[in-house]
């Protein structure tokens, strides 16, 4: 006897400001929109994509994901990923993966903003990305440089991150 077909599965499109967004602090600035994850889809499949705009001369600090494999897929703008301690230059249309506890960051230190597409498997980023930033609407002005929370280091760890530089977690703008 053949199991029975599972039913076809979700189809969903979100238009250009139709996922969270959020303004990201100090050292990265910029914005995040987190547009597929858990609570934006179903799938078999546990991940998150969302994309990411670096300010210029700003940059993600260096990191790991213990548990969590990455993709970022350059849209526009240039800069580099640091991996591991090399830096590997970057532009439109060049790709990254990063496998289980490779420690890297992105800068950005071009006078126009990088953006990237950014895909992680099994997800979460959404969850950090909401926590340390601050809720964006299209259109609306950048705010002020603004610092990480006081208790980042605590919401690296409870989100997706086995190691973070913590050089920038109480910085001021």
Not at 75 to 103: C, E, H, L, N, Y
Not at 128 to 136: D, K, S, V
Request: net charge negative; aromatic share 10%.
């Amino acid at each position: 006897m053949t199991a029975p077909k599972p039913p076809p599965g979700e189809v969903k499109i979100f238009g250009p400001d139709e996922s969270p967004s959020y303004w990201q602090p100090v050292p990265a600035n910029g914005f995040v929109q987190c547009i597929l994850n858990p609570k934006t889809i179903e799938s078999a499949a546990r991940f998150a994509m969302g994309t990411q705009t670096v300010a210029p001369g700003c940059h993600i600090r260096e990191h790991t994901h213990d548990r969590h494999e990455e993709v970022i897929h350059v849209t526009s703008g240039a800069g580099f990923a640091r991996i591991d301690g090399v830096d590997q230059p970057m532009q439109a249309g060049s790709t990254v993966f990063i496998g289980f506890d490779r420690k890297h960051g992105f800068v950005n230190p071009g006078p126009e903003p990088m953006s990237f597409v950014w895909f992680l498997m099994p997800g979460g980023l959404e969850d950090f990305f909401a926590e340390i930033g601050r809720p964006r609407t299209a259109g609306q002005p950048a705010p002020e440089p603004f610092p990480r929370p006081d208790n980042v280091a605590e919401i690296e760890k409870r989100t997706v991150f086995g190691w973070a530089d913590q050089s920038h977690a109480k910085d001021k703008p």
